[in-house]
């Protein structure tokens, strides 16, 4: 990382995923300077995740509707059963198309299309969960030039996540959730 | 792919065979995708060329130009077929408590559902209008342009495990009924009440293409638009708004919105949440 701030944050999260969230997504601050797209897996609909994490962010949080512009100081959490992905024009784009790894929304599918639209100028954080979504992705986010952040899986929830995005990532930095919030906050600092 | 993927992606080589394939499918077929979001475009046609074994799209081009095969196969890629029987039930439920006391007004009512896949939505409207009373006097409008989707649309046959999660969704709906009384079993299939597509009309018809052909009180355009560009969006809603009788009404999928729409101010909110417009008097 070289400390200036990426254009775009992109978050996956699976098994334990309210729990790590909570322990970063609160901490920023309203004027946060980067827009920041999620993607959970839970079994509940993402909606009520969105909810809650409204109730308790100074960020807005919202789940988009199509073509709607990513804009900063704004958490995008992927609509249940949607894709999530971005065009190159900045705008989001969501498709029903078949779910990826048994997962609609999928990790992958963001991190893919965020790789393309945003190259180097893109930081990743893959959080705690007991599949494999999102380590394809992440290592096209590294082969266009963004970073990846990982919770260390020593501590992660469900370790299987992190930790097969870091067998794929060769620069990936493990990092408590702490740290990852830390991060996080010196981006908006700089 | 790996090195190519920097940012701006000008004169990117797969982008340009993208661009050319797509010229080349409208040319020759008419078919015309070149307005397609392009994410979602690219994504699909990676996939086609990896499952179908291409090593590159100029390859997929040149089959597809000189293999009228390999474009009904293209389409199961280009065209994404996902639906439901009763998707969002709480849309069906709008439309029933909210929607059909006005379609109860008009002797007569023709409804078009444009982007029909595989007809899991026609099946969902004849189940709700006949349980409302209204079947009669409806002639639905089905439309899609994959032929091969409209061909199990008009056959109203789906796999008997789909059926669990249809059933579910038509109670959500505030079904009258039980979802058993519209169908009989064969081996694995759920075979539909024939009575239930007496008044569909399932025609080829695209909405980038092709030009409004009646006027009806309601149109059902769900998770198609999200597949297009802005641009192609606008003439999509165009076609519905000059399609729609002064206040018929336009209902979307849960994640589309008309808030971008050039014709925005042709149509109000009428149930908000469910993204069901109604057309404003012009
Ligand atoms: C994801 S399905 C939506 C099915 C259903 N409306 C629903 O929401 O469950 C999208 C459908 O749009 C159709 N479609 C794509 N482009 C179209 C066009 N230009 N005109 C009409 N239909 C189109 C596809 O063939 C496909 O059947």
Redesign the pocket.
Known sequence: MTGAAPRAIVIGASAGAVQALSDILPRLPADYPVPILVVVHVPAAPSGLTRLFAAKCAVAVVEPDDKERIAPGTVYFAPPAYHLMVEREGTIALS?DEPVLFSRPSIDVLFESAAESFGPELLAVVLTGANEDGARGAALIEQAGGSVLVEDPASAYAATMPAAALARCADARALSLDSIADHLLGLGAA | MDAAVTNPPAGNVEDIEIQLLLEALFLRYHYDFRHYARTSIRRRLRQARDQLGFPNFSAMQEEVLHDEDMLSRLLDYL??????MF?DPSYFLALREKVVPHLRTYPSLKIWI????HG??VHSFAILLHEEGLLDRTIIYA????PA?LEIARSGIYPLDRIATFSRNHQLAGGKSSLADYYTTAYDRAVFDKKLRAKVVFSD????TDEVFTECQLVSC???MI?FDRPLQDRAVGLFRDSLTRRGFLGL?SKETLRFSEHADSFTDFVREEKIYQRTDA
């Open positions: 029903t | 065209t994404v077929q996902v639906s439901e998707r444009a982007g029909c896949s899991e939505e439309s899609d342009i994959n989707a018809h695209s909405l980038v769900r998770n198609v597949y999928g």
